[in-house]
């Protein structure tokens, strides 16, 4: 029986050991934010270049482009530090720790994505609408583009509502998922 449990103890820290897997995910997506940086510079960069000929439309739609990508940036951001602590390691970075980071669980993070990514639809709608509103008759073209953009949308702001209903109805009914009777096999109290 002892070696049983010797077997268990070592296969649960190989199991534990396993989350430090992640690390290169998570460090691969902050390449992905340094990606987004360079966008970022290089579309004010072109904006710049360009500030006397702009029109109030354009300014807005480079504006919105420029949101767009920080609203991605965020999204990693938010990614990479709540996953790093809720499924790697707490980070000790000392004072400059934001107050937030530690205390979003992973219900929070499903919904601070959710939000980002309808944030992101949003804009990207809103540009698309800008872009052809002064074109006038819309081609077959642009209709469907537009209709399926808008349904795209739609069901991201479906998706959102609907799990911040069940992460509502999770908190309200106060229970949590059924674990093991206390004293049972492989707790370790």
């Known amino acids: 029986m002892a070696q049983g449990n010797g077997i268990e103890r070592g296969f649960e820290r190989v199991l534990f050991a396993s989350r430090w897997l992640m690390a290169p995910m998570y460090l691969g997506l902050v390449v992905v934010l340094a990606m987004l940086v360079v966008v970022f510079v ?8 360009r500030i006397l000929s702009l029109t109030a439309e354009d300014v807005i739609l480079s504006a919105l482009t420029l949101i767009d990508l920080t609203l991605a940036a965020n999204l990693i951001v938010i990614v990479v530090f709540s996953g790093y602590e809720s499924f790697v390691s707490r980070m000790d970075v000392g004072e400059e720790r934001p107050d937030w980071m530690g ?16 944030a992101i639809s949003a804009i990207h709608l809103l540009k698309r609408f800008m872009e052809i509103g002064g074109q006038r008759p819309l081609d077959g073209a642009q209709e469907r583009e537009l209709f399926w953009i808008t349904a795209i949308h739609l069901v991201f702001v479906l998706s959102g509502v609907l799990m911040a209903a069940m992460d509502w ?10 674990g093991p009777p206390a004293g049972a096999p492989g707790e370790r109290g």
């Open 103 to 118: 205390t979003v669980n992973f219900s929070g993070l499903k919904i601070k994505l959710i939000a980002s990514i309808v």
């Open 42 to 49: 290089r579309e004010l960069l072109t904006y710049l270049g």
């Open 169 to 178: 109805l999770a908190g309200r009914s106060g229970r949590k998922a059924p």
